[in-house]
């Protein structure tokens, strides 16, 4: 089992950029493939980017393609989320997951438990 802990966000303007950052314990991490999600007030939660176990293959959905970079450093079990050209449409808790499997770890139905996530509100 990992556990993660979300950090990282918090109120920029329309253009701006934010870094979050998934700190996850347990001396399996490099094993696990990741996934970034965030969820607006009153909407699903929705799957926003993915990295493979050794970091070489990420995914994005497509409204954060070109502007969101998800990364991992395994030697300090963290993935990030670098997070450009934020628009008022981000705004929403992020959380990060992991899962042994890529294909599965981009699915948020995949997973039954839930950090406490991280807040980033954009500001127009």
């Known amino acids: 089992q990992v556990q993660l802990a979300e950090s990282g966000g918090g109120l920029v303007q329309a253009g701006g950029s934010l870094r979050l950052s998934c700190a996850a314990s347990g001396r399996t991490f490099s094993s696990y493939a990741m996934g970034w999600f965030r969820q607006a007030p009153g909407k699903e939660r929705e799957f926003v980017a993915a990295?493979?176990?050794?970091?070489?293959?990420?995914y994005y959905r497509d409204s954060v393609r070109g502007r969101f970079t998800v990364s991992r450093d395994n030697a300090r079990n963290t993935v990030y989320l670098q997070m450009n050209s934020l628009k008022p449409e981000d705004t929403a808790v992020y959380y990060c997951n992991a899962d042994i499997s890529f294909r599965r770890v981009g699915v948020p139905t995949t997973f039954e438990t839930w950090g406490q996530g991280t807040q980033v509100t954009v500001s127009s």
């Open positions: 990295i493979s176990a050794s970091g070489s293959s990420t």
